[in-house]
């Protein structure tokens, strides 16, 4: 699959700007997201069509918000509209001493990352080239 470079600039614009609140374990849940919930909704701000659906049964599932069914990783339709290949993709991010790691984007989110980091992360997987990884 084709990544769609400028799509995923939407998606690190959107983790960098503030405009969401992080959350745990959901895409999205009483509007707290996932990174990967905030992909879905800058997705749907730019045209793709998710059947968004929020759960009200208590208590876990209250307020949790489903995207073509998918609760807790990027739908497929999602995965095409970005070019990412894994519902749950891999990203390439450095710790506090610059050492390099891979670990999918919601292991990172649902362990506090920042979306900031979360974001750069994405920016290093899909939009540096191997040579700059490297460093």
Request: proline fraction near 2%.
């Amino acid at each position: 699959m084709t990544q769609n470079k400028e799509r995923i600039k939407l998606l690190i614009e959107a983790l960098e700007s503030d405009e969401y609140e992080q959350g745990l374990r959901s895409l999205n849940k009483d509007n707290k997201f996932c990174c990967l919930g905030v992909a879905c909704e800058i997705a749907i701000e730019h045209g793709l069509e998710l059947h968004k659906f929020v759960r009200n049964v208590a208590p876990f599932n209250k307020g949790r918000v489903e995207y073509d069914e998918t609760a807790a990783y990027l739908p497929l339709r999602a995965q095409e509209w970005y070019g990412i290949d894994e519902s749950n993709p891999l990203l390439c991010w450095l710790d506090n001493s610059g050492r390099r790691y891979e670990n999918s984007a919601s292991f990172l989110n649902d362990r506090g990352i920042s979306f900031k980091d979360i974001a750069a992360a994405f920016r290093r997987t899909y939009l540096e080239s191997d040579e700059e990884k490297e460093k």
